[in-house]
């Protein structure tokens, strides 16, 4: 399937959209610059729109038409309109991404499928609605609520959780919520050999193998 982009601007605040998440926001400066960054379940686009504007090529895929046309103008959002649920994934396999974002939604088929797509370095940001969530609102059906700790353990140890949240919200309106900011990170590069004057000197000296030391990630927490 072919994203549909858009090439006219268009006017902050239209389609009367709301803010992006706070969890969105707060974590989406590990998406490296200019990275492409997937929007899944997009709704009317408020994380498409913003990471667009941030210089972020966008993929915004839901299967609400009418929702995905108010972006097709916008510079920078690919809109795919797609059945997430009841069709094969819609992207060709080898798509990578240097984000993913998905708020409000829960389909535990996809998660594995969303792991994958994530590129080396790339970041999953995500949250949505838990278990108490039924006592004060919806949605209050089972099948769209994270069991306590099951977001984290879907991404660990696959990959490097920089924050993770499961509890109670007041605000915007009072829910349940478990989210998480987490990390592909790149596979360390096996140490080359030494020469064999190197590996003798290090071989009489009592040291150990040989291994490589890489920099450690650094994951700015406040922003």
């Not at 309109?81 to 993913?100: H, K, N, S, T």
Request: glycine share 10%.
């Amino acid at each position: 399937m072919t994203l549909i982009s858009g090439s006219t601007p268009v006017a902050a605040g239209m389609h009367g959209l709301g803010e992006p998440s706070p969890w969105v926001r707060r974590w989406a400066h590990l998406v490296s610059p200019g990275g492409t960054v997937l929007d899944l379940a997009c709704g009317a686009g408020r994380h498409a729109r913003w990471f667009a504007q941030r210089g972020h090529p966008v993929a915004a895929l839901d299967r609400d038409g009418a929702a995905l046309a108010t972006m097709r103008e916008i510079p920078g959002i690919g809109t795919l309109e797609c059945d997430l649920e009841g069709a094969p994934w819609p992207l060709p396999a080898d798509v990578r991404f240097a984000g993913i974002v998905v708020t409000n939604y829960l389909h535990r088929p996809l998660m594995a499928r969303l792991i994958d797509a994530l590129a080396p370095g790339g970041v999953l940001i995500y949250e949505t609605f838990a278990q108490g969530n039924e006592a004060v609102g919806k949605p209050s059906n089972s099948a769209f609520l994270l069991a306590a700790g099951e977001l984290l353990a879907i991404c660990a140890p696959t990959l490097r959780v920089v924050a993770y949240e499961d509890g109670f919200l007041s605000q915007p309106r009072e829910a349940f919520v478990q989210r998480i900011c987490a990390v592909r990170e790149a596979e360390k590069s096996p140490a080359a050999p030494r020469s064999g004057s190197d590996a003798n000197q290090a071989e009489n000296s009592g040291n150990g193998p040989v291994t490589q030391v890489l920099p450690v990630p650094r994951y700015d927490l406040t922003g």
